[in-house]
């Protein structure tokens, strides 16, 4: 499976970003997918997963209440809206199908991932 990620970009804090996610190749929709984010110097860490029906999803401690990860079957597709940004969500962002059906928050479970798409958030 490939999967590209777009939607990043430059806002000011406060502001929103929708990334989006798309799947393509061989897909399925038994597997959980998930955000990672990462900043220059630092790991990459979870951000946040949805389960393979998407009636399951976790979140960072960093980014509950403000962020939300969604997924569109029809379209392959998974999205993590972003809402009162912080300088300090600036990081590239990629998107990952995980080798479960309920999304974790550990990298070394996911199989495929995104090229990843730069967000930036000035003060």
């Known amino acids: 499976v490939q999967l590209q990620a777009s939607g990043g970009g430059s806002v000011q804090a406060g502001g929103s970003l929708r990334l989006s996610c798309t799947a393509s190749?061989?897909?399925?929709?038994?597997?959980?997918m998930g955000w990672f984010r990462q900043a220059p110097g630092k790991e990459r860490d979870f951000v946040a997963g949805?389960?393979?029906?998407?009636?399951?999803?976790s979140y960072a401690d960093s980014v509950k209440g403000r962020f939300t990860i969604s997924r569109e079957y029809a379209k392959n597709a998974m999205y993590l809206q972003m809402n009162s940004l912080k300088p300090e969500d600036t990081a590239v962002y990629y998107c990952?199908?995980?080798?479960?059906?309920?999304?974790?928050?550990?990298?070394?479970?996911?199989?495929?991932w995104g090229q990843g798409t730069q967000v930036t958030v000035s003060s």
């Open positions: 949805i389960s393979w029906n998407g009636h399951y999803t």
């Open positions: 190749g061989r897909t399925s929709s038994n597997n959980g």
């Open positions: 990952a199908v995980s080798r479960k059906a309920v999304a974790g928050t550990g990298a070394a479970e996911y199989k495929s």
